[in-house]
């Protein structure tokens, strides 16, 4: 993975010095709170109900032991013991204090981490497949591109002060593991006939107020030219936004305003005077930041079989293990959604335990998913049952990945200041009603998302059943969305009707899930059923 070099060091030092005076002057009374906002925002500091918050990067969402090993410090030094994996491959820490703020920022740039950019008007963490450098079915590691991209937009002072936040995905697999097109830009990797690596680009996508989904503006785009399109892609976007209108900011709806051709036709416009810049990297440059990402040193002649004979090992291979490219090896996921548990919530001590257990069976490579769990990348199929073991001690081998337990939730009213209804209870209730193993397999993958208020943290949108919280005269209420999926599909759930209380909607999820096993052919997922069938026949059941 990739390491700082002396420059990146001294810059991610030099920040962290450049805040503790900030929050010095801050605590002496020599800066107000508006004045310090802005600057906090900048180290990825929010003022949450409670408490301060802070959200750090993990680019791409590929972390080794060391820095976990830092993250569980920080978690049990500094918060209360626990950190929060979020959906854009970040962890949060929601109980900071404001003057211990800056030891952490110097605790985690000791280790080449930071929280710059992880808010505020800027590119946001790039992220990237989850199984980047694994994945059976990849073109190649995106993790190079993800990691250049970064290097040349992080301070870049055209992107400094976007009008608004600005986020990247970057894939290379044909199935879509990092909701692609729910990004502002999102690069594919693919091959043209030639054989030659460039990407599908996509541009407009976001959640929130206005969700929309990415149209794709390029069928190809050959890869050396990706910083001169990214650079016509903002310039377009910087120019034109709507600066005077906060909801209004984002690409996505300047995408949408000026319609998908013309965006098109502006951004091949500033594309050709990129390139007569020639502002693009040398292949040197890209080859000296892929060399950080040389697949580690595989053994050949392994064993592909796997010993089954503990049918709760079996089960666990089943639904939480996937293929990997290197004969002999395997893709390890970790849940982090306990039925009753917070979803992507863990203590410091499981992050010691998935440190020590990434080096001892994973060439110390840890990855962070958009659905809050974790994976272990690279683990040699003879290791999974010590692997499963250790796991199943801590309380981490839950089976459920993709199953109806495997919530993805946001902090909600407990603990954001934005939100208009509770989020973690919900998803707690909802995993505890379908907490039978039987009965999650069998209804097979169905992903729900859940989110506080109507900027989807939670991803409701893109659920194949989503949850919005919303504030209907002062109380807690919960609209119910069916159909959107994150993945290679991707769609945009619509509401159903009226909204519940929070017993309420536990039960319109439980009416829809039935509802969905007395109308599925075989072998029909969730989603499959509700595109075929349509929105009526759950209506139907949900409201009656
Ligand atoms: C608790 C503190 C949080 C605050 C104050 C916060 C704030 C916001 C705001 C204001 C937006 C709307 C931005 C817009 O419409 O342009 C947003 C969107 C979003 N946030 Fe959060 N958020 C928080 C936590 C989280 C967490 C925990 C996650 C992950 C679980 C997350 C992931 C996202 C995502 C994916 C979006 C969707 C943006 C898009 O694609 O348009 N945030 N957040
Ligand atoms: S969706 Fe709303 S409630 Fe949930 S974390 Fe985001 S801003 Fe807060």
Known sequence: ?????????????????????????????????????????????????????????????????????????????????????????????????????????????????????????SIRNISADQYAGAAADEICDPRPWAELIRQATTFHPEFSYLPRKFKIAVISAAEDRAALRWHDCALRIVRNEAGEEGFEVYAGGGMGRTPFIAYKIRDFLPAAQIFSYLQAILRVWNLHARRDNIHKQRMKILVHELGEEEFRRQVEEEFQTFLALGTDFPQAEYDRIAAYFTPPPFEAGLSDDIDRSDPDFALWVDRQVVAHKAPGYAIANISLKPVGGIPGDISAEQMELVADLAERYSFDEIRATHAQNLVLPHVRKADLYALWQALDAAGLANVNLDLVTDIIACPGLDYCTLANARSIPVAQKIAERFANMERQLDIGELKIKISGCINACGHHHAGQIGILGVDRKGTENYQLLLGGSGAEDTSQAKITGPGFDEAGIVDAVERTVERYRELREPGERFLDTYRRVGLDPFKEAIYG
């Open 1 to 121: 993975m990739y390491q700082y070099d002396q420059y990146d060091q001294a810059m991610v030092d030099a920040r962290v010095e450049e805040f503790r005076d900030q929050v010095r002057r801050r605590l002496a009374g020599d800066i107000n709170d508006d004045q310090f906002k802005p600057l906090r925002l900048k180290n990825g500091l929010y003022l949450q109900l409670h408490a301060y918050m802070l959200r750090v990067a993990i680019p791409y969402g590929t972390f080794n032991s060391r820095q976990m090993r830092k993250l569980a410090h920080i978690a049990r030094t500094y918060d209360r013991g626990y950190g929060h994996f979020t959906t854009r491959q970040n962890i949060q820490y929601n109980w900071i204090k404001l003057e211990e703020a800056p030891d952490i920022l110097a605790e985690l740039a000791s280790v080449e981490m930071h929280a710059i950019q992880t808010s505020g008007e």
